[in-house]
C-alpha cells in the first residue's frame, strides 16, 4: 500500500491550494484518512481528519479556511486550503488509518511522502 501526496507549492497569504492523496495497491477497506503537518522542528499536528462515513474533524486553526473530502471509490482525500496564512507553512503529510488488505488481516496504517506548502509574499 502507498499513498501519493501532492499539490504542495508557494502561494501567496490570502491564496488557496487543494493537496490530494490517493492510496494504491492491495486495500481492502481504510478507516480514517486524514492530513497532517509539521515545521521544521516542531511536533506533527493534525489538521483535518475524515472517517470512512465522511464525518470531519478540523484543528481550532484552520477550521473554516479548509476542508476535507474523500472520495472512497478512489481511495483519495483532498485538503481544500483557502485564506492561506504564513504559520500555515509547513510539510503536509497524508495518513490512511486502518487500512486492511484483505478481509481479517491485520490492519495498518500508512503515511504519504509530504509535500511542502510555502505562504510567503
Known amino acids: 500500500v502507498q499513498l501519493q501526496a501532492s499539490g504542495g507549492g508557494l502561494v501567496q497569504p490570502g491564496g488557496s491550494l487543494t493537496l490530494s492523496c490517493a492510496a494504491s495497491g492491495s486495500i481492502y477497506s481504510i478507516g480514517d484518512m486524514g492530513w497532517y503537518r509539521q515545521v521544521l522542528g516542531k511536533q506533527y499536528e493534525l489538521v483535518a481528519i475524515i472517517t470512512a462515513a465522511k464525518n470531519k474533524n478540523y484543528a481550532a486553526s484552520v477550521k473554516g479556511r479548509f476542508t476535507i473530502s474523500r472520495d472512497n471509490a478512489k481511495n483519495t482525500i483532498y485538503l481544500q486550503m483557502n485564506d492561506l496564512k504564513p504559520e500555515d507553512t509547513a510539510v503536509y503529510y497524508c495518513?490512511?488509518?486502518?487500512?486492511?488488505?484483505?478481509?481479517?488481516?491485520?490492519?495498518?496504517?500508512?503515511w504519504g511522502q509530504g509535500t511542502l506548502v510555502t505562504v510567503s509574499s
Open positions: 495518513k490512511a488509518g486502518t487500512v486492511e488488505t484483505g478481509p481479517g488481516v491485520e490492519p495498518y496504517d500508512y
